[in-house]
Every structure is written in C-alpha cells, then in structure tokens.
C-alpha cells in the first residue's frame, strides 16, 4: 500500500516529536507500507521567521519572504529524513523543488499546478521513504514560492494525487472528526467516515481539522484523505466520496461557529439594485459576507440581514457609512453564533430542517435567521444558547455517543 | 564597478547587523557600484542545526545534512534582500542553486566546478543587487551540497571569478591583514597590499582572516580581494597578484602558530626507507605533518624532527608505538612556537633569514629547527619566548608603524 502521511507542526514540534515520527513511520514500513512523509514546519518556526521578516519591513518582499518561509518545511524534512535513515529507515529529503512541485506565480499564496512524479516515484522503487518539505513548490521562473495557510495538507493531497497513493493520511493534534465539538458536549463521538462534501460543509464553519482547500483538492483528485492523531495510536477519520459510504447518515455533525456578526439593514427601499450597491461596497472593502437573507417588511420596504467574520464588524460599519441608499436604520449584533447541521443524507429526506426547528423551539431558542444548502441547514440564534441548542441537536439527530 | 561583498556570519548574527550590513550596501549602491552579496548563517545558526541533527545520529546522512545546513544561509540572503527592497534598494535574494553554482558530489565538502552567471548578469542588468547564499551548491543530480569549512568564502570567490567583478570584498569582524597578530605587540600595522602567495603562507599559519583555499582559488581566477570590516569604514587588505604590488617588501608579515608540537626522532637508522615508513604511519593515522628536519647525528645516525598540530601529538605517539624501526629514542614537545617571517621581496635579497637567526640569536633565543621557502622563513623556538621574538622581528625588518 502507498500512503501519503502528512505531519502538522505541532506533530514535529520538537526533536523528540519527530524522533516519535520517525518511529511511527518505521513501524509503517515494516508493516509494508511504501510511504512519502510531507512535513510543516516545527511549530512557532513559521513565525520565528515572520517576525524576522517584519523587523525590516511590513510588506516584505512576497519572492524573498517564501525563500525564507519555505526553510522551515526544509529543516524539518531534512531532520525527519536524518531521524529515518538513523533508525535503519532508507529516506531521502527533497524540497518542493526537487519532489517537482510545480506553482503558478502567486509567491506567498501559490497555486499548485503540476507536479511531475518521477523523482519521488525513482525513491520509492529504490526502497526509500521520500520526506518532502510541504507548503512548498517552484513557479515557471524557478523561484521558490509557497502556499499559504494550510499549504502543506496542500501538498500532502497533490502528492497523492500525483503518486495515485492509495491513502493520505492528515496527522494533527486531533483524533479525525467529530460530530460535533467535543468540549460542546461529552457525547460527541469520532465519525468513521464522511463525505467530501460534508467535510467541506464542516471545514467552513470552524471544525479545524482540514481547511476546505485541501478537502476541495482531494475531491477533484479523488485521494482519500484520513485524518488522525500523531499523538496516539487511534483510527481517524476517513474522507472519502460519497459512494464509498455505505449507509449515508441524515446528519453526520453539529458546527458551532462563533466569529459570526449579524448585519441587519431595515426598511430597505425595495427597488432594483439597491441590494447589488450594498454587497458592492463591502466586496470592496474585502469583507467576506457569508449568510444573506431578505424579506418584505411593511410599505414595501424590506429587511435585508446578513453576516460577517466578527473580526472585520468595524469594518462592515466604515463601509457601509459611506452607502447613502435609502434606508431606515442598520443595526450590528455580535453577540450571535452560527449553528449548522450538515449531512449527504438530507438529500433524500424530508423533514430534516423542520426537525431542527422543532428542537429549537422546545428549548425556547428564537431563531434569528435561516439558511439553506443541499447537505446543509444553518440558523443564526443568540451566542448565550450554543451549548443548549448543539446537546439538544446532538441528541434529536441520534449523534449521542 | 561590479563588487562581490561577502558577509560572515558575525557580520550578519542579528537583525540589527543585518540591517547595518543592508544599509552599507545602499550606500555602495547609491555611489554607483554594481553589487552581488553572498552570505553565510548567522553565527551560531550553523552550530544550531548540527546539534540538532546529532540528535538523532552522531553521522548523520550526508545529503540530508547539507539540506539542512543550507537552509541557515538561505534565511540570511532572503532577510538581507527583505532589508535591502525595505530600504528602496532593488534586491533578489538566491539560494545557491539559483545563482547557478554547480559542485562535484562530495556532501558536506562539496567543491565548486561552475558556475552558471547567467541568473546573476540577468538580475545585475535589471539593475538589482544579488543576495546569494554562501556555502552552497548542487551537484549534478540537483541535490543540495554544501562546501565545507570557509565555504562562503568561497562562494564569494567563485562567483566573483564567474562574473568577472572588479573586486571581491571579506568582510570579517577584523580590519584586514596585519604584519603581526597585533596581541603581541601594538607596533603591528595593517598591510595595505599583499600577494596571494604571502597571504597563502599567512593563511596556513593562523592569521585567520581567510582561509588557504579561498586564496588559492582567487589566485587562480586572478580575483582582486579585500579584506574589511564590517563593523567600520576602515579600508581593508587588497589580496592581489605580485605584479599589481609595485614595491615588494622583503618581510610583509610575522606569523606566530602555537598550534605546534615538535616530534624528534634520535639515533635513526641510515638506511633507505626508513622515513617512508615513520610518515606512513603518520600519514595511516591522518595526522598533518608540516615541518621536518633531519639531519646526521653521529655513528651513521641521523635526527629526524618534525611538527604535528598540538591537538594531534596523543595520536602521533600511538601511531609512533606501532612504529617498530631502529631509532634510539623518540621525544615529544608541545611548548614549542613556529614563528614565521613572510615576503616576496625575499626572491630578490639574500641575507634574509641569517638577519632573523642573528636578530633572535641577540635575545638569546635559541632555534630548534628552520625550515625556509621560497617566500617564507620558519622557526621553530620555545613558546616562551613568542612575544619576544615577534617583537624583535618585527623591529628589525622595519615593520613597526
């Protein structure tokens, strides 16, 4: 079996962390395996150098600032490789550049574009682990660029994809995914499996685990994806397409998420385009709007709510001063939390949101605004009821452990 | 003028160096040179990674050591070139790879054999300063390799050769070259000029400034260097051809190496063979032999001296005991100096050394063995007497300033 096995920065923290790596590998390989490792950073490395960086300037130079940055992944490589090979593990180190990993031009926030193959699957048939130095590649002009946040799972998945591995497997601080945040509520239990798409759903709404650009990667390029825990020895998650998973349950998760602001504009004057002229305003701002809801509301003036991270409220507020549109008051609530439930399984079943408005309703939580996608039902209420509405939710959809 | 500045790892050990380092070269810029920076680790960056990497094995693969190492390096240059566009100087940082330098397969000594200026006169011509990162290379298969003790040294040398710059500046945390270690005696002044052959044999003899294959390599490319520092403005050393001095010195310096034991060898056997032997044995257990000296002792017996590194006589005297021949006795002495005076002019004047035998013989100072070259006359005395030779030395060949 070819397994892609990807560790996070706190899973190499420190020397004895990638020593316990290397272990885990060398048990791997003498159960069979044939394995590449992509590897971050040691964990605070990153910012180490980031801090460098900015002592010279705010802006440094993005060309100069992924030759520095892409150190970090190289010492680490270097390191695991070194550890492997000690351990009677044959392993060789590659950067971005030699296992060809190749990027468009967007230094500090690049874009896979190819990867060719051969020098990773050279090392393989020679019997060698390859340790590649993630969240790193090279663009058409030679040039060291990388990949931005989460940019080594990135690279874990692309590798897969260009290995046809059988597996890749995500190691982080965490067991796999939950249905729902397990400090929410003890019956939060480890799911076995679940679907791209559903994991999508989750990785935008704050489970952690994976960011939705690599869950999106592995979905185009068919990898399955595994996420676990390098600190114990417990079956993760696996993430997979839907047809793999036999019996499609209703909901898979429950998903807190608590960097939500809600954005109410009422007695909007109801006439063609106002609502363009204010998503306009806060597209140029760089204010990422997630929920949009409208209704009629009295004299044919609607009411327009929607939501922004909380972080960028002060923001929203400056952009909107500067809208003159007819409208009657705007009103900001920050005090909010964005409550979803997400599974394939709501595709083919009724009644799955109004049960998720049933339940809310017997706890007496008011629910203050509604959205809907295929696999996915999400409501906005006040930020003092997550706890209750995610344990009654857990236990109305039969996720109690 | 197109100038090569290297910069040791003192010159660069914090960001506050680096800043003055960037600053230097804004200057150099804005008064109209053309300039190409190689860089070494920030002091202490190297030690770093080596400790690390002896966590896990005290040999540690060799391949994968030199992509670790290099990476100090690569830090250095992409926060010097961050420093420099910060300043408004138009800057791009180069691993070695980049800057097009290839090396023979030898990990972590590699040595270079091209260098591809093409990158560099591209990046010159766009009318930006190259940050090249010392100490590294690839080799043929496109690993990493780095070069050894002094490596960026070298870098700076070879790209300098490669470009054909006017100059090629070290800048260490001393002035340049001096006529003697000015720690024995406040008399010793900084040379302005020196030839590469005086300064190989001043290299050889711990005035550390540069080491013996950086020289040879800029005697053979007929690369101009100066050494300065970088903690000043004091003009350096010019290191160049005999033929660009125009008034040859007889003496130009006077080195004191304490680094020496002296082995002597009493009552040996006249026979053929018999110092082919001792040094086999020496050689057998790689120890470093520099001077030796044998002359007839009496009855057909001659004394055989030599020098070993002070740090090397335990393992001189093991390889010594294996050493069955026919000798009377073998005698071991570590308080010993080799005191060395160096000059080209010495080619063209007799009554060169008989006025160093004279000068020491009038402070009493009694010779253990001499050995000349062409350009250089060495002594050997008791350490004792270091500063007091040096002294006298240096008074009588007119050195003191």
Do not use: W
């Amino acid at each position: 079996m070819l397994v892609v096995k990807k560790f996070g920065g706190t899973s190499v923290g420190s020397l004895e962390r990638i020593e316990a790596v290397a272990k885990r590998i060398q048990k791997d390989v003498q159960g069979g395996e044939k394995v590449v490792v992509v590897v971050s950073a040691m964990s605070g490395e990153t910012n180490r150098l980031i801090g460098y960086a900015e002592h010279f300037s705010k802006l440094p130079s993005p060309k100069e600032m992924d030759m520095l940055l892409s150190s970090g992944e190289q010492v680490t490589s270097s390191l695991l490789s070194i550890a492997l090979n000690a351990l009677g593990v044959q392993a060789t180190a590659m950067t971005g550049r030699e296992a060809g990993i190749l990027t468009d031009n967007s230094h500090t926030k690049a874009r896979i574009e190819s990867i060719n193959n051969q020098p990773m699957l050279r090392a393989l048939h020679e019997g060698k682990v390859v340790v590649v130095a993630g969240f790193q590649g090279i663009n058409g002009s030679g040039d060291i660029t990388t990949l931005g946040r989460g940019g080594s799972d990135l690279s874990a998945v692309a590798v897969a994809g260009a290995i046809s591995a059988d597996l890749c497997e995500i190691y982080t601080d965490v067991d796999g995914v939950y249905t729902t945040d397990p400090r929410i509520t003890d019956k939060a239990k480890k799911l076995e499996k679940i679907s791209y798409d559903e994991m999508l759903e989750l990785a935008s709404m704050g489970a952690k685990v994976l960011q939705s650009r690599s869950v999106e990667m592995a979905k185009k390029m068919k990898v399955k994806l595994v996420t676990r825990s390098s600190f114990n020895d417990n079956e993760g998650t696996l993430i997979t397409d839907e047809e793999d998973i036999m019996e499609k349950p209703i909901v898979s998760g429950i998903a807190a998420d608590k960097n939500q602001a809600r954005v109410t504009l009422r007695g909007v004057a109801d006439k063609p385009g106002i609502a363009a002229e204010i998503f306009n305003a806060l597209a140029k701002a760089h204010i990422n709007v997630d929920m949009i809801v409208q209704n009629m509301g009295k004299d044919g003036r609607a009411n327009l709510g929607f939501t922004v991270p909380r972080t960028e409220v002060e923001q929203a507020k400056r952009a909107l001063t500067e809208f003159h549109g007819d409208v009657e008051n705007i009103d900001y609530d920050d005090t909010i939390v964005k409550i979803s439930i997400v599974g394939v399984g709501m595709k083919s079943h009724s009644g799955v949101a109004s049960k998720m408005f049933n339940t809310l309703a017997q706890s007496n939580i008011n629910i203050l605004m509604i959205a809907t996608s295929e696999i996915k039902v999400s409501v906005i209420i006040e930020e003092k009821y997550t706890e209750l509405a995610v344990r009654s939710l857990h236990s109305a959809y039969e996720l109690d452990a």
